[in-house]
């Protein structure tokens, strides 16, 4: 069974005036489904065929078998950070909100550090809010890396490739960050982290 594009939970036009329906037409429609494309052009026909993307990414990695992790976990990620976002600008759960008190001493800090972590990120990459335990923290991957080669869980993920921004914001990833953390998915965000001790990761 081939990896399917998955489509955007929202409308492409729902992201504006901060992320443009031009950008998410580009990045999702081109770019994450080039990365599925080539997923399954290169698990055609081999025991990974029918297997779901986030083993693919898991075992890839396993195998050192970089050229299909690179395509498998972009593919990956990029699911993420589609649910990652939102239009609708809720916030953390009591529950989140307290573990982000513990780690970072506020809400406002957390997202200083998302900032500065992923505009410091040098090259192509990703800004993740993970969770170990009860224990949040910031970390950036390089290129196609991902949490699913670790012990960490995901509660959000941002973009930090120029592709996520360049039409909107030509090189300035600052101005990016700051404009998508005003649009992360906290639903989401507090789903994952209740159930962070058990969590499989999704397809």
């Given at each position: 069974?081939?990896?399917?594009?998955?489509?955007?939970?929202?409308?492409?036009?729902?992201?504006?005036?901060?992320?443009s329906?031009?950008?998410?037409?580009?990045?999702?429609?081109?770019?994450?489904?080039?990365?599925?494309?080539?997923?399954?052009?290169?698990?055609?026909?081999?025991?990974l065929?029918?297997?779901?993307?986030?083993?693919?990414?898991?075992?890839?990695?396993?195998?050192g078998?970089?050229?299909?992790?690179?395509?498998?976990?972009?593919?990956?990620?990029?699911?993420?950070?589609?649910?990652?976002?939102?239009?609708?600008?809720?916030?953390?759960?009591?529950?989140?909100?307290?573990?982000?008190?513990?780690?970072?001493?506020?809400?406002?800090?957390?997202?200083?550090?998302?900032?500065?972590?992923?505009?410091?990120?040098?090259?192509?990459?990703?800004?993740?809010?993970?969770?170990?335990?009860?224990?949040?923290?910031?970390?950036?991957?390089?290129?196609?890396?991902?949490?699913?080669?670790?012990?960490?869980?995901?509660?959000?993920?941002?973009?930090?490739?120029?592709?996520?921004?360049?039409?909107?914001?030509?090189?300035?990833?600052?101005?990016?960050?700051?404009?998508?953390?005003?649009?992360?998915?906290?639903?989401?965000?507090?789903?994952?982290?209740?159930?962070?001790?058990?969590?499989?990761?999704?397809?």
């Amino acid at each position: 069974m081939a990896i399917i594009l998955p489509p955007l939970p929202f409308a492409e036009s729902a992201l504006e005036p901060e992320i443009s329906a031009e950008t998410l037409a580009v990045h999702h429609g081109k770019h994450h489904k080039a990365y599925v494309d080539k997923t399954n052009g290169l698990i055609e026909g081999t025991a990974l065929a029918d297997a779901a993307l986030n083993t693919i990414v898991i075992e890839a990695n396993r195998a050192g078998n970089t050229k299909l992790f690179n395509q498998a976990s972009q593919a990956w990620n990029h699911g993420f950070y589609w649910n990652s976002l939102s239009p609708q600008g809720d916030k953390p759960d009591d529950q989140l909100t307290k573990a982000i008190d513990a780690a970072f001493g506020s809400y406002d800090a957390l997202v200083k550090d998302l900032v500065v972590q992923g505009e410091g990120h040098f090259g192509s990459g990703w800004a993740w809010l993970l969770a170990d335990g009860d224990t949040l923290s910031v970390a950036t991957t390089h290129d196609a890396g991902s949490p699913l080669t670790g012990t960490a869980r995901p509660l959000l993920v941002i973009d930090v490739w120029e592709h996520a921004y360049y039409i909107d914001r030509k090189n300035d990833r600052k101005a990016y960050l700051t404009a998508a953390l005003g649009l992360l998915n906290w639903s989401f965000a507090n789903e994952n982290f209740a159930r962070v001790e058990a969590w499989n990761y999704p397809d």
